[in-house]
């Protein structure tokens, strides 16, 4: 399965600014998504991520608040912008293998929002 | 996609067999039964997926309905290790989570 490296895998935020999360992957994928979980829940799809156009995003999230880029098939970012104590989850990115349509998770990037 | 029902959290003795529920009666033809674990602070982990055949890998055994309404996640022989939130999904295109259920392996 394909190997995501994600960075930072935690950080510390003041209130207001803006945190840019990278994803990258060790193989072409077909298919990118970012996810956050909040404390204590289950994981919510931010967006697909589309190599060479605007993200997909889901009911609630906005490309404002969580601008997504996806350069090529091997990379994207996400941007939690203007942040506020609730941005304060993991933020997750998956990608769909074409080999065995799999989905494989990073291990997450830790916010804190303070 | 179509949602799935899992109970919230179910015990196993380690060394004992953890058979996990899910229904997904609403599921339609082209969408695979997923299964992922999160143990605490990490990443989803992948366990094993199925479309209508029963599946096994070393990890674990999905068993699927024959009307693909429900399945049943079997690992065979828990252990501590194996205390997780384990996820069923059905998916097309993109994996939707629900609550999991919280499986604690009690030694």
């Known amino acids: 399965s394909a190997v995501i490296s994600q960075k930072p895998s935690r950080d510390i935020c003041q209130r207001g600014t803006s945190l840019t999360i990278q994803c990258q992957v060790d193989s072409q994928v077909t298919m990118m998504f970012w996810y956050r979980q909040q404390p204590g829940q289950s994981l919510t799809l931010i967006a697909t991520a589309n190599q060479g156009s605007e993200a997909t995003y889901e009911s609630g999230f906005v490309i404002d608040k969580f601008p997504i880029s996806r350069p090529n098939l091997t990379f994207s970012t996400l941007t939690v912008s203007n942040m506020s104590p609730e941005d304060s989850s993991i933020y997750l990115c998956s990608v769909r293998t074409v080999l065995n349509y799999g989905y494989t998770f990073g291990s997450g990037t830790r916010l804190t929002v303070v | 996609d179509a949602k799935t029902t899992q109970p919230p959290s179910m015990d196993c003795a380690e060394g004992r067999a953890a058979n996990l529920p899910c229904n997904h009666s609403t599921i339609s033809g082209n969408e695979y039964v997923y299964w992922y674990r999160q143990i605490h602070s990490q990443g989803p982990q992948y366990i094993i997926h199925g479309l209508k055949n029963n599946e096994t890998n070393e990890m674990a055994s999905l068993i699927i309905t024959e009307d693909r309404k429900s399945s049943t996640l079997i690992l065979p022989h828990a252990t501590l290790r194996d205390t997780a939130v384990y996820y069923c999904?059905?998916?097309?295109?993109?994996?939707?989570f629900g609550g999991g259920t919280r499986l604690m392996v009690k030694p």
């Open positions: 999904i059905v998916a097309g295109n993109m994996l939707t």
